[in-house]
């Protein structure tokens, strides 16, 4: 979930004439790292042996 701070932040950043797609496509980015920030906090990924290992098994 994105925060009316953030919100405001990104649409600050955009240049004077921006089109809805634009904006739609930078919150989703923010929300995508968001999410990802919070998944490595709870130590919900994969180390680069493991991924390595795993990549073995397909190639």
């Not at 991924?51 to 795993?54: N, V």
């Not at 073995?56 to 190639?59: I, L, N, R, S, T």
């Given at each position: 979930?994105?925060?009316?701070?953030?919100?405001?932040?990104?649409?600050?950043?955009?240049?004077?004439?921006?089109?809805?797609?634009?904006?739609?496509?930078?919150?989703?980015?923010?929300?995508?790292?968001?999410?990802?920030?919070?998944?490595?906090?709870?130590?919900?990924?994969v180390?680069?042996?493991d991924?390595?290992?795993?990549l073995?098994?397909?190639?």
């Open positions: 979930m994105i925060t009316k701070t953030k919100l405001k932040e990104q649409i600050e950043s955009l240049s004077d004439e921006f089109t809805i797609d634009e904006l739609i496509e930078r919150l989703i980015l923010i929300e995508k790292i968001e999410s990802g920030y919070q998944q490595s906090e709870s130590g919900n990924y180390s680069e042996s991924l390595t290992t795993e073995e098994k397909w190639f």
